[in-house]
């Protein structure tokens, strides 16, 4: 798994096509961090020359820990790397000599999500190229959480795949197949996170130099699956309330581990809350079957609730289309309104006071010119 194929097709002589011959090469240290050409392209050959580039395994309080071409590196957060708030899966460009942050790589994905509160975006992870939904086969099946989750990846054009683990405690997983048909074409895997042979059928998604963030709620197996897919005890595990299958928040850090074969797994916390901001394309495309019917309805504005000729309404009434489905995704539309406007709002408002701030400055600049205290 830790060799890129390249099939080339070559022609013969007589003008027919040969069998394709296999060329194999092995990954490179830094391919097997994730390094790829949308990352090369960005530099310069000044800082090809004299730069080394690293990426973000984890972010702590006061450092960073960082992985390269020759290992792991820690890196104190101070200065203007601070002010550049890297996290977790980003690339950053450190000075050869002198070990230096020079400055961070353009990304090719970033999740964020509204911070708890509710005022600001917190950063989850960034150049992510697939995720992996994790919810286990009980209480925690919740279908409103995982659009939640799909909107999420959609937008930042990451592989989503759903993975329902705990397939052994589950008596019937039928039901469970059923309530998923309007996700159509989500590839979908069940799982005993504990079992190595069970989870061999995720390793085609997680290829050499592909980044793969684990998502779900607390205690439903995202480290488990960690530690089983890559062969050792990576993440600490945790333990479950058996009265309503809830974890006990085990992760507190999100952190990625590279696997030997060159995937890359991020391990996160337990999400108790996940709001969403600034995913309007991927809200559209996880319910894209409920928009091409809104796009029927007798009025442009309808809502969808009681109005004549309304198309949508009329699916939930010939049970094609699920009423739980419709609400989340009108709940979904309100959030991103809501969290829209209080950001720009807070936007606003810091303009202003530091326009404000400006200015008073100004004004003590030039009493000072006209030698006033
Ligand atoms: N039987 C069974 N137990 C599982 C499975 N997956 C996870 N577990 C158990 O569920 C518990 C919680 O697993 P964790 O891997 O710690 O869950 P987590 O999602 O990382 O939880 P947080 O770190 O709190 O977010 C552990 O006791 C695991 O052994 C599974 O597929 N089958
Ligand atoms: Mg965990
Ligand atoms: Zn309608």
Redesign the pocket.
């Known amino acids: 798994m830790s060799k890129s194929h390249f099939t080339r097709r070559s022609v013969n002589r007589f003008g027919t096509k040969s069998p394709s011959i296999k060329i194999e090469r092995e990954a490179s240290p830094l391919q097997k961090l994730g390094w790829k050409s949308f990352f090369q392209q960005q530099l310069t050959l000044e800082e090809l020359e004299q730069c080394l580039p690293l990426r973000v395994m984890a972010v702590h309080r006061s450092r960073l820990e960082l992985a390269g071409e020759k290992g792991a590196v820690s890196l104190p957060l101070t200065g203007s790397l601070v002010a550049n708030l890297p996290t977790v899966g980003d690339w950053l460009l450190l000075e050869k000599s002198s070990g230096y942050f020079m400055r961070l790589l353009s990304r090719s994905s970033q999740f964020e999500r509204m911070a708890p509160g509710g005022h600001q975006v917190q950063m989850i992870a960034a150049n992510v190229d697939s995720v992996f939904i994790?919810s286990?086969l009980n209480d925690d099946f919740n279908l409103s959480r995982i659009e939640r989750y799909l909107a999420l990846a959609r937008e930042s054009g990451c592989r989503p795949h759903l993975i329902l683990?705990?397939?052994?405690?589950c008596e019937d997983t039928a039901p469970f197949l059923q309530a998923l048909r309007p996700f159509g074409e989500l590839p979908v895997a069940m799982?005993?996170?504990?079992d190595q042979e069970s989870v061999a059928q995720l390793r085609q998604w997680c290829l050499s130099g592909e980044t793969i963030a684990l998502l779900?709620?607390?205690?439903?197996?995202?480290?488990?699956?960690l530690n089983t897919l890559s062969g050792e005890s990576l993440?600490?595990?945790?333990?479950?309330r058996e009265a309503d299958s809830k974890?006990?928040?085990?992760?507190r850090k999100r952190s990625l581990h590279s696997l030997s074969w060159g995937a890359l797994l991020l391990?996160?916390?337990?999400m108790r809350e996940l709001g969403l901001v600034h995913v309007e394309d991927g809200v559209a495309e996880t319910f894209s079957d409920i928009e091409a019917l809104a796009r029927e309805c007798r009025f442009s504005d309808c809502q969808h609730q009681s109005e004549p000729g309304c198309a949508v309404q009329e699916a939930i009434t010939g049970g094609s289309l699920d009423d739980r489905r419709l609400r989340n995704w009108q709940k979904l539309q309100q959030e991103l309104s809501r969290n829209g406007q209080t950001l720009a709002q807070k936007r606003a408002g810091e303009r202003a006071l530091s326009q404000m701030y400006r200015s008073v400055q100004n004004q003590a600049r030039k009493r000072k010119y006209h030698g006033e205290d």
């Open positions: 994790v286990s683990t705990k397939a052994d405690l799982v005993n996170s504990l779900g709620s607390s205690g439903v197996g995202k480290s488990t699956l993440a600490e595990t945790g333990t479950i974890g006990r928040h085990t992760t391990d996160s916390p337990g």
